[in-house]
């Protein structure tokens, strides 16, 4: 499983949330998501640990804890949802020809 880390500074590194994380265990990864089109940090993070324990006692001490001037958002990460359709079934689809003008 892993940590979402929620309300990052843009300036953060994974050099430096490993830092923060490696003070309760042993970090696998470190994941800082980037914006595909201006490839700026996205503010959020995931964090593996090596076991659950050591994961519980970071979100247990880092969620809401003040770190480089915001506060910080810990907790378990949820899995991936599955994003199979273009339109994520919401709203028309763009196959949907009674909708376009002629």
Known sequence: ???YVGNLSYEVT????????????SVKRVQLPTDRETGRKRGFGFVEM???AEENAAIEALDGAEWMGRDLKVNKAKPREDRGSFNGGGGRRR?????RRY
């Not at 994974?14 to 265990?25: M, P, R």
């Not at 196959?95 to 909708?99: K, R, T």
């Open 1 to 3: 499983m892993s940590i």
């Open 14 to 25: 994974e050099a430096d949330l490993n830092s923060v994380f490696a003070e309760y265990g």
């Open 50 to 52: 090596s076991t659950d």
């Open 95 to 99: 196959d949907n020809f009674s909708s």
